[in-house]
């Protein structure tokens, strides 16, 4: 990594429980291309201020994380249409003081359900109604999937989320089952309240034929361990992390790496 000067483009992240994913990714890859970059992660005791300061300072890129996803889009100049679909963003650029949001989960989904070859007949259960959860479900229809029920106590947000994409909506799991099921929720998340808790019953992830966790840290999450220990198809929210995260990197910086640079900053991210 070069040594700081005032030349250095700057790129950071926000989110209630930071970690080093992307700044190890990022800041990898800035080094392997011989950018004079670098990438910082925040927990922002004010988001509108946090916000104003990427614009002000002229910071390059912002990545978005939980729970600000949905909160940001009054703050932002322009919703780029990956983002405005869903209402939720996870990606801001700024041009010169402009700035513009986009959604790079959407993306992230979308190539991890077609390269698993996942079958849009399936059942599917999502857990969680949240912006990362707008960007599960949207993916899902467009992929074609019909059969998805969105489970989510807050019944405003989660019938109006499945409602818009014409699925069912359910404020618990009630000892349902789903060929695939999907966590888009917190839990499982390291450092939060429920860092040990499954997502969803042990009965269910029996069932299912395809587990999916959201959560990226830990990349083994405890649904994600159980699923394997299962004998299940997992897809991880370390994957979704890579995906989402390259995106953003051809979004700030406007260079697309190689599939090898890709790996090593992916071994690198997940070696923490």
């Not at 005791?45 to 994380?65: D, F, K, P, W, Y």
């Amino acid at each position: 990594m070069p040594i700081l000067n005032k030349d250095m483009t700057l790129c950071i992240s926000l989110s209630a429980r930071p970690s080093n994913n992307g700044t190890r990714f990022h800041n990898h890859l800035y080094e392997q291309l011989d950018l004079n970059w670098i990438y910082k992660a925040f927990a922002p005791t004010n988001l509108e201020q946090a916000i104003a300061g990427v614009r002000g300072l002229g910071i390059r890129g912002c990545a978005v994380s939980m729970p600000y996803k949905e909160d940001v889009i009054a703050l932002v100049d322009e919703m780029d249409p990956s983002a405005k679909a869903i209402d939720s963003v996870n990606t801001i650029v700024n041009t010169d003081g402009h700035l513009k949001a986009y959604n790079t989960d959407y993306t992230a989904i979308e190539q991890l359900l077609a390269s698993n070859e996942v079958p849009t007949n399936y059942s599917v259960l999502v857990q969680g109604a949240g912006g990362m959860a707008k960007a599960t479900v949207a993916a899902l229809r467009d992929a074609g999937f019909t059969d998805v029920t969105v489970l989510a106590r807050n019944e405003t947000t989660g019938r109006a989320l499945a409602e818009q994409y014409g699925f069912q909506w359910r404020p618990e799991l009630d000892g349902g089952t789903a060929d695939l099921i999907i966590n888009v929720t917190p839990i499982g998340m390291a450092g939060g309240p429920d860092a040990d808790t499954l997502a969803f019953p042990q009965e269910t992830i029996a069932a299912a034929q395809v587990v999916f966790d959201v959560v990226a840290l830990p990349a083994e999450t405890p649904l994600i361990k159980t699923a394997r220990a299962a004998g299940k198809p997992v897809i991880t929210g370390a994957e979704v992390a890579t995906i989402q995260a390259l995106e953003q990197f051809v979004l700030y910086t406007g260079v697309r790496p190689t599939p090898e640079q890709v790996r090593t900053a992916e071994e690198f991210m997940r070696a923490q």
